[in-house]
């Protein structure tokens, strides 16, 4: 018998439930309540959920796994936000009980990312890809998170102080010009070895005199 495959998943192509999200499709205004089917992040399908903003607030979801029926809950809980701009909601794993702001598809149930076991895309990707992305790719991602800067309404300083979301994007483009130099430091050492390497080679010959 052929020995199945088992890729790790691609965490950039599992689908979640986000707090950003979920934030956009019901209210988190306090004794409130709201239900109804939300669509997945990141992937195709849905779970029904029901959204309560009581004094404990909670979250049920309702799904189907492989033609069965599931049903899972899960607390919010909130911390004030550091630019006193009210609080911070995040989800909090019903299997760890990390805090976290997306709940990732594990299996029939979804929990904190730590769970997934699984690579971003880039992680793939072959030492070539790598080389090249760190010659033009990363250029264009950080095009990409200037663009969401660019948007109208995006504010980077809100009374005086950072905003949260510019701060997010700013440390992506910093990770990347970081990786980015990393990638092509390390490239510039391989080259250096390779010429080294090529020179003992050259050397190794002996001078003919004609």
């Given at each position: 018998m052929a020995?199945?495959?088992?890729?790790?998943?691609?965490?950039?192509?599992?689908p979640y439930i986000s707090i950003s999200g979920l934030k956009k499709w019901a209210s988190f205004e306090p004794n409130t309540r709201s239900e109804g089917h939300y669509n997945l992040e990141n992937?195709?399908?849905?779970?029904?959920?029901?959204?309560?903003?009581?004094?404990?607030?909670?979250?049920?979801?309702?799904?189907?796994?492989?033609?069965?029926?599931t049903r899972d809950a899960l607390k919010l809980v909130s911390i004030p936000s550091n630019l006193n701009l009210g609080k911070v909601w995040y989800f909090q794993c019903p299997i760890?009980?990390?805090?976290?702001?997306?709940?990732?598809?594990?299996?029939?149930?979804?929990?904190?990312?730590?769970?997934?076991?699984?690579?971003?895309e880039q992680q793939t990707y072959s030492k070539k890809y790598r080389e090249m992305w760190a010659t033009y790719g990363w250029e264009l991602d950080i095009g990409k998170l200037r663009d969401q800067m660019s948007q109208p309404g995006f504010k980077k300083y809100y009374k005086g102080k950072p905003t949260k979301r510019y701060l997010r994007i700013q440390k992506k483009i910093d990770e990347i010009e970081l990786r980015a130099s990393m990638e092509m430091e390390a490239r510039m050492k391989e080259l250096d070895k390779e010429r080294e390497q090529l020179e003992k080679f050259i050397n190794g010959f002996p001078e003919w005199n004609f």
């Open positions: 020995k199945i495959a088992t890729f790790p998943p691609i965490i950039d192509f599992t992937g195709a399908g849905s779970v029904y959920i029901f959204l309560s903003m009581g004094e404990f607030p909670y979250m049920e979801l309702t799904y189907s796994y492989r033609g069965r029926s760890t009980g990390k805090r976290c702001r997306k709940l990732y598809s594990v299996g029939d149930r979804f929990g904190h990312l730590s769970l997934l076991d699984g690579m971003y």
